[in-house]
């Protein structure tokens, strides 16, 4: 007989016999003190008379005995197979897979990889986990679902470049009906149909204790970017460290990208998520969601702060404008510096810079402008000199732009 191919994620296993026609799934493992692995067992075929489920139980994986009876049945339901074979190889195979763990790597005779990796860069990094995280109704939920119709159709759109592959929408705050809703305003003003690769999952229970049934779909449909809404019922108590890094164990198991979506801070820690320190510290990128909207405009503008960053550096506030029209949504990139709501996420250079396009100014007046202090308008100034230059002001002296162009 041929020997199978196995996929495994977490603990998943899935094992193929192509010639045969077979497909055996294992999960659920477990194993206890005197180191009896058992776990369930799911096996179905393509064979011609005999295709789909054959069998599902729970099966002793080191027990003779119980291989040999599995064996038996199959053959009773569908003759002509090895099924004695079939079923030694599955046990074998995924008990080696089970207690091997993760491999040993050696690093000295790894290969470089070429560059850090994104699946949307320079915004998600590929197979960490990144947090968006903001006020209600901010726009963080149709940012997420615009990121993974970019990421399904692998379309370079507003600067973003995505690496395409499968998507998995977790959802605890609302129904597949929403969801739908949302990628259709989404795909209708980019112009394409949904694509064939976003899957959707109503989720209640915490994300830790069904990590195994996400494993399974996540190998079932080859998912490649996972997006969590939201942290605070996929955790249950997200101000507990102990329910925050069981959460993010689940994610990393996972080993593909994530994102969480996530709400902000209490008292004033506007940068910051809301909930535990693990919160800021477990992702390897965070983003503070900002917006500006007024009731009945239909067009409203997100700044996106990257305030945590461990494996590059920050990247610079990002604008979107998103308009909504004739049932669908429209996504353009804007400059934050020209929408005084959301210009305060921007360093200060950068609005010194935009309040002077319009003509030179005092130090008073910029600073009460962007509502900080005169020393730190005065600060930043002297220490990039060499973007401003000296102007005489009827009322004194004032500072104007060195060139004309945007800095």
């Known amino acids: 007989m041929s020997i199978p191919t196995m996929a495994h994620t977490g603990g998943v296993f899935k094992l193929e016999w192509e010639e045969e026609q077979i497909s055996v799934r294992l999960d659920r493992l477990t194993e206890d003190s005197k180191h009896t692995v058992t776990g369930e067992i799911t096996i179905s075929s393509s064979v011609p008379g005999h295709r789909g489920h054959l069998h599902q139980a729970r099966l002793n994986l080191t027990s003779t005995s119980a291989r040999r009876t599995l064996a038996t049945y199959l053959n009773s339901r569908a003759q002509g197979g090895d099924w004695d074979g079939i079923v030694e190889q599955a046990c074998v195979r995924v008990l080696e897979g089970y207690r ?59 600067g973003f470049t995505p690496e395409p592959g499968p998507v998995l929408l977790l959802d605890w705050e609302t129904d597949e009906d929403t969801a739908w809703e949302r990628l259709n305003m989404i795909t209708g003003g980019m112009g394409i149909p949904i694509p064939e690769n976003i899957y959707y999952r109503y989720c209640s229970g915490t994300l830790a204790s069904d990590i195994e049934t996400i494993h399974r779909h996540c190998l079932d449909k080859g998912i490649q970017f996972v997006i969590v809404d939201s942290a605070a019922p996929a955790v249950s108590e997200v101000e507990s460290s102990d329910m925050t890094s069981a959460y993010f164990r689940a994610l990393r ?7 969480t979506i996530a709400h902000v801070a209490k008292f004033g820690k506007d940068n910051e998520p809301f909930g535990s320190i693990f919160w800021r510290n477990m992702p390897r990128a965070n983003f503070r969601i900002a917006s500006a909207r007024d009731p009945g405009d239909p067009r409203f503008v997100l700044g ?19 308009e909504f029209a004739d049932g669908n949504v429209t996504f353009r990139r804007v400059d934050l510096a020209d929408h005084p709501d959301l210009s305060g996420t921007l360093p200060l250079l950068e609005r010194i810079t935009a309040s002077l396009k319009d003509g030179a100014k005092n130090v008073k007046d910029i600073a009460e402008m962007l509502q900080v202090s005169e020393n730190s308008v005065r600060g930043t100034i002297n220490r990039k000199k060499d973007l401003f230059r000296s102007v005489a002001l009827v009322d004194g002296h004032g500072w104007g732009l060195r060139y004309k162009q945007d800095v």
């Open 100 to 158: 091997e763990g993760e491999p040993l790597v050696h690093l000295a005779n790894h290969p470089a990889p070429e560059s850090l990796q994104y699946r949307v860069g320079n915004l998600i990094q590929e197979k960490q986990a990144s947090l968006f995280f903001g006020e209600g109704d901010s726009g963080k939920s149709l940012l997420s679902q615009y990121l993974a119709v970019l990421v399904a159709t692998g379309t370079n759109h507003n």
């Open 304 to 322: 996106i702060k990257h305030t945590k960053s461990n494996n590059a550096a920050r990247l610079k506030d990002i604008g979107l404008e998103m």
């Open 253 to 259: 198991s996972l080993r593909v990208t994530t994102l």
